[in-house]
Antibody, heavy 114, light 111 residues
Framework: EVQLVESGGTLVQPGGSLRLSCAAS????????MHWVRQIPGRGLFWLSR????????SYADSVKGRFTISRDNAKNMVFLEMNSLKAEDTGVYYC???????WGHGTLVTVSS | QTVVTQEPSLTVSPGGTVTLTCASS?????????PNWFQQKPGQAPWALIY???RPHSWTPARFSGSLLGGRAALTLSDVQPDDEADYYC???????????FGGGTKLTVL
């Protein structure tokens, strides 16, 4: 069974940093591109970033480019999102998703507030 | 800045048919945008329905179909069930490497 489990969400102050993790199981992570998507509770979905199966190709939404970094460790079946210079508008549930995307995790909540 | 636009809300009767659309501010939506469709219910993660405009996932009910229609991506729900009441999002990809942009979502009411 494909599973994606996000972790690392917490309350962080504006200007702070945070690293989110996504643990993948039930499939061979090295065969799939992976995404991060954000959602403010009660609002729409916002695509953040995508990384190729081998980690060599990455893309970002304009609003997070230069602040967020996506990475992966295929040997450990993990995908990461490093977030710096966090702003209040970065608050939301962060989802990890596979491929098209097809499978999604249940998300981890990040709150940026003083 | 590219904007992807969906109908904010639609209402359909049980057993009816409804088509949701997804438009791009850059022009016609094509297969090169790799349109995806997702359903999301309150408190749940999104659930993938359609990829590459018209391809259903293995779990997608046959009542859901995707297409390109009049320069837009479209999601058609046939024989609508009360359980289909949800938010529906489209996702389009642009550029190289691909960058994704979600539409604002359509709130579908079954009434």
């Amino acid at each position: 069974e494909v599973q994606l489990v996000e972790s690392g969400g917490t309350l962080v102050q504006p200007g702070g940093s945070l690293r989110l993790s996504c643990a993948a199981s039930g499939f061979t992570l090295s065969n799939f591109w992976m995404h991060w998507v954000r959602q403010i509770p009660g609002r729409g979905l916002f695509w953040l970033s995508r990384i190729s199966d081998d980690g060599n190709t990455r893309s970002y939404a304009d609003s997070v480019k230069g602040r967020f970094t996506i990475s992966r460790d295929n040997a450990k079946n993990m995908v990461f999102l490093e977030m710096n210079s966090l702003k209040a508008e970065d608050t939301g549930v962060y989802y990890c998703a596979r491929d098209n995307p097809d499978y999604w995790g249940h998300g981890t909540l990040v709150t940026v507030s003083s | 800045q590219t904007v992807v636009t969906q109908e904010p809300s639609l209402t359909v009767s049980p057993g009816g048919t409804v088509t949701l659309t997804c438009a791009s501010s850059t022009g016609a939506v094509t297969n090169d945008h790799y349109p995806n469709w997702f359903q999301q219910k309150p408190g749940q993660a999104p659930w993938a329905l359609i990829y590459s405009a018209s391809r259903p996932h293995s779990w997608t009910p046959a009542r859901f179909s995707g297409s390109l229609l009049g320069g837009r991506a479209a999601l058609t729900l046939s024989d609508v069930q009360p359980d289909d009441e949800a938010d529906y999002y489209c996702l389009l990809y642009y550029g190289a490497p691909l960058v994704g942009i979600f539409g604002g979502g359509t709130k579908l009411t079954v009434l």
